[in-house]
């Protein structure tokens, strides 16, 4: 199992941007596809991006046009560049495997949009 470890959360105001990384512990194309993940209070945790070993990517439609996930094979991270931030995307991001499933969590990383 492939762990990851999430960072570059923080506060944002309407209309900003943020950049998370993520570093897993072995190649990032270890599994067949990553992706990004959020949870906000009370409710369920969601796929938003998700990007496989083909360059193939995919996003939830509230968040395209706006987020952007890539990799980087040399530094073995995995990015997620937010742009246009808004209230509701506020959650803590979690990065992880997509294919396969997960099986653990890292502790994520906590995205707050406010004014």
């Known amino acids: 199992q492939v762990q990851f470890v999430e960072s570059g959360g923080g506060l944002v105001q309407p209309g900003g941007s943020l950049r998370l990384f993520c570093t897993p512990s072995r190649s990032v194309w270890s599994v067949f596809s990553v992706g990004w993940y959020r949870q906000a209070p009370g409710k369920q945790r969601d796929l938003v991006a998700e990007i496989n070993n083909g360059g193939q990517m995919n996003y939830v439609d509230s968040v395209k046009g706006r987020f952007t996930i890539s990799t980087d094979h040399v530094k073995n991270t995995v990015s997620l560049q937010m742009n246009n931030l808004k209230p509701e995307d506020t959650a803590v991001y979690y990065c992880?495997?997509?294919?396969?499933?997960?099986?653990?969590w890292g502790q994520g990383t906590q995205v707050t949009v406010s004014s």
């Open positions: 992880n495997s997509v294919q396969p499933p997960p099986t653990s």
